[in-house]
């Protein structure tokens, strides 16, 4: 913990190896990781793929790096231990920020467990912030893999989009029109990019008023020749001083604690009764012999029962 | 229960939003459901955004149903309730199957609790069983979301890849490459569509060989023409008859039907403690007074000592 505070890189892998673990924190860690307030700004970034993602988020570090801001980067991965292949892609174009002792990447994997990353994610994320990241951006690798999951994590969300003709109109039809707190056309060198921008701001006109009153800004990067990222950075601050505004900051937080508590619940769930118990129950509900409810309920009651005898 | 055994649209409509609606199902009800030996092929398709999902589950839809069979169709929606524009775009192209009294088509939401779906989704598939349904496809609505949960459903999945340069090689990077166990080129009568199909066996004969031993066949369609869907349904009729030769049906069933419990105790979980003490119990980590993992113990704990005292 001290060299987490400290802002040593091998204290902080070696620290999110803990937490990602899954296992029971000791007691001085699990303190010193949660009485420290959250101050890092959480950026998670999305879109479909082909579309820039890695690129930008290298870019986007690379702007944070330019104001001197210290930055934490989470590589998820929901898909199995599988995916290295696509890790490594990544790895690559993180190269140039990969020596620099004031950016920290780590890749985490959801390891097939429901609510996997809703576990490891705020863990990692209460170490890079006591590590003095200023700024963690989330990036998803893959597709159509819990991107939701791992949106709600963050306190900013920017969406990316292809320039291609109709692309905006496919992302919005995807539901992306209700994810993003900033929106960016990327590869704005390509053709179709400023229809691709104007599409997309008349699909967001369009759109019901979000709830929370936010008009995410439609902006364009070339993120490859690191053009238009100083937009997105200062449209990110901007949501953020919002957010801290307009509460809307705390209220993200606590949602985004409650479904960690209830994946940890999972977590004690699973090392009380066994996997095997778990399998058990799962079999007698193929064979028709109980109903899912009722496991539910006995699965429930079992370590229940264990902790009141204590 | 009786009209959904006669296989009444009415009927199956109603018990899915029962059980969609998360409450306590009617004692009778559950065991009708949970008795009933599951029988239908549950297929899963999955790919980005434009690839014509939506196309193709309705030209699959077609091929089942000259083959006489009974169809089931979920389209599942991970993201909030407000993505109807999705779900409209793909009940214009389901048109021609509406009026068909042999196909059931149903939209779920995950409605933003951590397992929603994997909740939902095997309820509504065991009244599409009980409906007489031999296939039922699943097709999840929206780039990036929760893709993982749901495939995780199917006993197969089809992964659909676009014909343009370089698809092939986004997609495998994305993590589908370890997905699918069928794969479809689909809009194979654009450029590139056969050499997307040649890059991808190339990509799936590199990938680590599947812990199953199944070799996912990669084929062509045109879906929008009709073309190539009978060549898909025989893959995945073949895929179907090798899980049960090779035991992997049960198999999968159990880590669907285990994975359901779990999410049912959080149902249960919030039900008897109630949204408000979890939003306390989040408020509390976050002020730093709490660590996570002694908030779940809490939350486990207190409807633990509620049943332990009935």
Redo the contacts between chains.
Sequence with gaps: VAGVRAGQPRAVARLISLVEDGG??PQPV??A??????TAHVVGL?????VGKSTSVAALVGEYRRRGLRVGVLAV????P??S??LL?DRVRMTEHETDPEVFIRSLA?R?H??GL?RSV??ALRVLDLAGCAVVLIE??????????VTGLADSTVVLIAPGA??AI??????????GDVYVVNKADQDGAARAAAELRTVLAAA?GRPDGWRPPVLSTTAVRGEGLAEVVDALDAHHAWLREHGGL?GR???R?????????????RERVGEAA??E???A??D?V????????R???S???V??EH
């Design positions: 029971a924190l699990r303190a990781l949660s009485a420290h307030p959250p999305t879109g479909p793929p082909g991965d929901p898909s199995s599988l995916s292949g696509a892609g959801a097939g429901l609510g809703a705020p863990h998803t690798v893959g597709v159509g893999q819990s991107e939701t999951e109709g692309d496919q992302a919005a039809k995807a539901g992306l029109a209700e994810l019901v705390a937080r606590r949602r604690i409650a479904v960690e508590i209830e994946a940890l619940v999972l977590t004690a769930l778990l399998d129950l799962a079999g509900v193929l028709g109980l109903d899912p409810e009722t496991a539910a309920r699965l429930l009651a370590p229940g029962r902790a009141s």
